[in-house]
């Protein structure tokens, strides 16, 4: 049996029993291992990114504006100690008109920059891939439907590029908006952030405890999908084989059952996020009651101003809104791992025939 190329990633390659290696259906690393492998394969990614970070934290920021403004406008402005500030209420928004204009800039380039590097990125691991397809022997290829490895250099990379250029995105700037509104939670009152914290807690044991069952669950749909392309590539370029020697009836008969597997592989994976996605909008509801309950009555106590009360409505909706997007995340963040695995099970396939380390360059003429 051939070694492992990196024993230590603990990947799932196979081999025959002759000892030929053969192409596996997936990786079997670990999440933040697949992730750590795929930029390490696509280098490009991770260039640049601690600007790219920079400027998601400039695109974050510029959305707490409208909550703080918010509470200035009421209390500085409309219910100010003379009468209502016209002055003020229109420098207030002026100041927030600047910073979301600003926070506009930086979330487009945080967009250009992250296509324009997936693109880089996902181009180079399709090649890679591509020519270590054709590095591997005949009978490694033919472990595999030819389809199928269509799909590890197209569709399955396609899942990462939907990711990366829109999951990446919302990924680090709901993180960074979570965490902002949770601080200015805390300053207004650290009653009701704990109320809303405690509302999102049985969310947060649903999100660990589908984790596990979404992800197999989109291998699968990875798997499924592979299989459905090798068939219909394969009937597609034997059809004249195929009504030859009048295979069309068993040929529709597996097509027809890839396209059920997938159908079924689908609706599984994506009722799993529905779940998830329903709880999230259940508790982002209660948390908006809890606090304009509680709230409410902090007011009336005086413990909180009724400018810091509204204000505080709007940072639950930016607290509530990346929680809500987490669902959607997650569906593509589980989707783009599992086409990861696929596309490092190719790469991470033995070579049994190497080239030579000093290749000698053949003369012309007859062998």
Not at 120 to 127: D, I, K, M, P, Q
């Amino acid at each position: 049996q051939l070694p492992m190329s990196n024993p230590k990633t603990n990947s799932a390659i196979a081999s025959t029993e002759t000892g030929q290696a053969r192409i596996s259906r997936a990786s079997s690393l670990g999440s933040w291992a697949t992730l750590r492998r795929g930029f390490q394969l696509s280098p490009e990614i991770a260039r640049g990114l601690g600007l790219t970070l920079l400027l998601a934290i400039g695109a974050a920021v510029g959305r707490i504006v409208v909550p703080l403004t918010v509470q200035q406008v009421v209390d500085e402005g409309i219910l100010a100690a003379g009468g209502p500030d016209l002055n003020q209420i229109f420098r207030l928004a002026g100041l927030a008109l600047l910073t979301l204009v600003f926070a506009g800039l930086c979330s487009s380039a945080v967009n250009f920059r992250l296509v324009s590097r997936t693109e880089a990125g996902l181009a180079t691991l399709r090649l890679k891939t591509f020519r270590h397809i054709h590095d591997l022997s005949a009978l490694t290829q033919n472990t595999e439907r030819k389809g199928a490895l269509v799909s590890r250099v197209t569709s399955d990379i396609d899942t990462i590029t939907q990711f990366m250029q829109w999951g990446g995105i919302m990924l680090v700037v709901a993180s960074l908006q979570l965490i902002v509104a949770s601080v200015l939670m805390l300053v207004f009152s650290w009653q009701l952030a704990l109320v809303v914290w405690a509302c999102f807690i049985p969310l947060f044991l649903i999100f660990r405890y589908n984790g596990p069952r979404v992800r197999a669950a989109y291998a699968r749909v990875r798997e499924q999908t592979g299989t459905l392309l090798g068939a219909i590539s394969e009937s597609v370029v034997g059809a004249e084989t195929v009504r030859a020697y009048g295979a069309g009836p068993r040929t529709m008969l597996r097509i027809n059952d890839a396209i059920e597997q997938t159908r079924a592989a689908q609706g599984r994976a994506q009722l799993l996020v529905a779940s998830t996605f329903t709880a999230g909008n259940l508790t982002s509801n209660l948390a908006l009651a809890a606090v304009v309950i509680i709230g409410t009555r902090l007011g009336i106590a005086g413990h909180m101003t009724a400018g810091q009360v509204v204000a505080f409505l709007f940072l639950v909706q930016l607290f509530t809104g990346p929680v809500q997007l987490a669902t959607e995340i997650l569906n593509e963040f589980q989707n783009a791992l599992a086409g990861w695995r696929r596309v490092i099970a190719v790469l991470e396939t033995p070579i049994d025939v190497p080239d030579p380390a000093n290749p000698v360059e053949l003369i012309n003429g007859p062998g």
